[in-house]
């Protein structure tokens, strides 16, 4: 006998959701204050990761030491702090860390390497040199992101993303971060992979197991997952474990070899110009300018998937081109008090919105308190930021999943049934890894990326450009979106156009006056359209 048919209500598809459900705490509902409190600290926690690791790269090869690298750190940390703090005031309102970025890292290597540093003997006046080389470079650079900002330009880009563009977007703005993930966990296995088992284990599973601790673990699993696998590491180090280990391993599962809390002072408050007055070369700052887009398009992705974890509707444009009007004056700020980097969205920090079910704002807002506090009070925050890198690395493997599945949730308002929903969506992923790939084997192979010409700038630029993964692949589906039959009707609902028309002002919502209107009634002298 044939089996009964379904009940029509069975084969109903999954609703569209403009807001994410089942979070627990939305972009303007706090957590009681010791919850929060907590989460600020953990927020950052997880941003501690960019804020060491791009020093820690850069400061040798400008020449300083472990009191510089320090330094530049505690410049890094305060700078964040304050830009954080400014963002969630003024700028978008969302609850978005702002801090380093690895797409200033190439540029920044160029001026190190350029030709009138090479002469320098004594470390620390080369060191002091380079710094306020990059200093004038993305105090240059913050213009691009202040005038696109301010002026509404990036309004009108903003306005002809649909669903089906944005997705590839945000997805490759976590998934693209995949270098930062496993292959750093690998450099100390033996640390690197209890964090990941760990933290899977009280983020996904406990909470099940034990349903009335379970929303402890959920929120909190970074720090109790952190302070076990540290402490593990600690004895390990104190074992004697690593004693007869190469190099290489001892400073990747060490706890002991950082060289932050000996270099750290106890109190020091950055300012502008600590360095001294920034030099300014015009290679170098357009240059600069190019990361500084490449930032621009990336932070609008991780915007658009902290939105998401937030539970708010998707952000006006007009609130996004405010966003990163403020964004520009982080670059700025970066390049006054001089942090060798400069600023965007914190990847990872988007993330664990979507880990903690936590979107709130005054979370982020305290987060950026802990900032601007250790900061000042070195030796305490170099403590925490002497955190062995794998364990930072297992923490990425997750937090990077949840931005990228941000981007895969906007297919939800597309008809994935479309061959071309299927040609720009494919397309588009796959340029966006392959491109970029090409890129960076050229440059580790030879040393110098697919671009040589005698112009460095040139090649930095363009370098720069296609060595991003959410770039490229955004590009190529924001391009291919609004090129191939975009007046068609039935079109413009495979791309999900239709459910995000009412967003794309700021009063055709009633929503967007909730999540996005400045305080203070601020919104009567700086209107959002």
Request: proline share 6%; net charge positive; with cysteine.
């Amino acid at each position: 006998m044939a089996a009964p048919a379904p009940k029509q209500e069975e084969l109903q598809p999954h609703a569209v959701k403009d807001q994410l459900p089942a979070v627990s705490y939305c972009l303007t509902s706090p957590p009681p204050w010791p919850e929060a409190i907590l989460l600020g600290f953990q927020h950052y926690l997880v941003m501690l990761g960019t804020t060491v690791i791009i020093p820690t790269a850069l400061v040798p090869q400008m020449g300083g030491g472990n009191e510089e690298k320090a330094r530049v750190i505690q410049t890094l940390l305060f700078v964040a702090g304050i830009n954080t703090l400014l963002q969630s005031f003024l700028g978008t309102r969302l609850p978005a860390v702002i801090g380093g970025s690895y797409t200033f890292v190439m540029p920044t290597i160029s001026i190190i390497l350029a030709g009138r540093y090479s002469g320098i003997a004594d470390p620390h006046e080369k060191f002091v040199r380079i710094m306020r080389g990059t200093q004038g470079a993305l105090i240059v650079a913050s213009t691009l992101q202040i005038i696109m900002g301010f002026s509404g330009l990036w309004r009108i880009v903003v306005r002809l993303l649909s669903p089906l563009s944005a997705a590839p977007l945000v997805a490759l703005v976590g998934f693209g971060l995949y270098e930062l993930g496993f292959p750093s966990v690998a450099k100390c296995v033996e640390i690197g992979l209890p964090q990941i088992i760990l933290l899977v284990a009280l983020s996904q599973y406990i909470p099940n197991l034990m349903p009335l601790l379970g929303t402890a673990f959920e929120r909190f699993a970074i720090i109790m997952s952190v302070a076990v696998v540290w402490l593990y590491a600690f004895f390990l180090t104190v074992g004697g474990a690593y004693k007869n280990a190469a190099p290489k391993t001892q400073f990747h599962c060490r706890t002991d070899r950082s060289g932050l809390v000996g270099g750290a002072p106890w109190i020091s408050v950055p300012y502008p110009f600590q360095w001294g007055a920034p030099t300014f070369d015009a290679g170098e700052a357009f240059a600069m300018m190019a990361a500084s887009f490449v930032a621009l398009v990336e932070s609008t992705g991780a915007f658009i998937a902290v939105s998401r974890y937030a539970s708010a509707t998707p952000c006006p444009p007009s609130v996004m081109s405010r966003g990163i009007g403020w964004q520009g004056v982080g670059i700025l700020l970066s390049g006054l008090f001089g942090t060798a980097n400069g600023s965007s969205v914190s990847v990872e920090n988007a993330g664990l919105l979507g880990l903690t079910r936590v979107g709130s704002r005054r979370v982020v807002q305290i987060s950026a308190g802990f900032m601007i506090f250790f900061s000042i009070l070195g030796k305490f925050g170099a403590v925490f930021a002497s955190i062995p890198g794998p364990i930072i690395a297992a923490i990425y493997c997750l937090l990077f999943a949840y931005v990228g599945m941000a981007g895969v949730g906007f297919l939800q308002f597309c008809n994935l049934n479309s061959f071309r929903t299927k040609f720009i969506v494919g397309f588009s992923v796959f340029m966006g890894l392959s491109v970029p790939q090409y890129f960076n084997e050229y440059t580790s192979v030879a040393g110098f990326g697919p671009v040589h010409t005698h112009a460095r700038w040139f090649n930095d630029m363009i370098n720069v450009v296609f060595s991003s993964k959410a770039f490229v692949g955004g590009a190529v589906a924001y391009l291919l979106d609004n090129t191939i039959h975009r007046q068609d009707g039935t079109v413009r609902k495979d791309r999900g156009h239709h459910f995000w028309d009412r967003f794309r002002s700021f009063k055709t919502d009633p929503r967007s006056e909730e999540f996005y209107s400045l305080p203070f009634n601020l919104n009567k002298f700086f209107p959002s359209f």
